[in-house]
Nanobody
Framework: QVQLVESGGGLAQVGGSLRLSCTGSGVAFSDRAMGWYRQAPGKQRELVASISPGGKIGYADSAQGRFTISRDDAKNTVSLQMDSLKPEDTAVYYC?????????WGQGTQVTVSS
């Protein structure tokens, strides 16, 4: 059974930074494209960053230039460095397969950006 555990969220000020981490069990990240998603109140969940097994990276327009996704397959983790945070980045952040999300989402980690 796939289990995903996200951590690292919290309260940040506009312009600040946070680093999110996701650890998986029951599945090896090494041969899968992984992604970070977010869901803001009243909005659909959206993919903000992805990284392929070979390291090809993609970002949503909203994340481009501010967020950096990385992976450590030895530790079965994927991380998201978020800089220059904006109030509109406020959301619950989740990690999952970037192309075909598993049904078992983690609890997510709340990111709140205040001005």
């Amino acid at each position: 059974q796939v289990q995903l555990v996200e951590s690292g969220g919290g309260l940040a000020q506009v312009g600040g930074s946070l680093r999110l981490s996701c650890t998986g069990s029951g599945v090896a990240f090494s041969d899968r494209a992984m992604g970070w998603y977010r869901q803001a109140p009243g909005k659909q969940r959206e993919l903000v960053a992805s990284i392929s097994p070979g390291g090809k990276i993609g970002y949503a327009d909203s994340a481009q230039g501010r967020f950096t996704i990385s992976r450590d397959d030895a530790k079965n983790t994927v991380s998201l460095q978020m800089d220059s945070l904006k109030p509109e980045d406020t959301a619950v952040y989740y990690c999952n397969h970037a192309a075909a999300p598993w049904n078992s989402w983690g609890q997510g980690t709340q990111v709140t950006v205040s001005s």
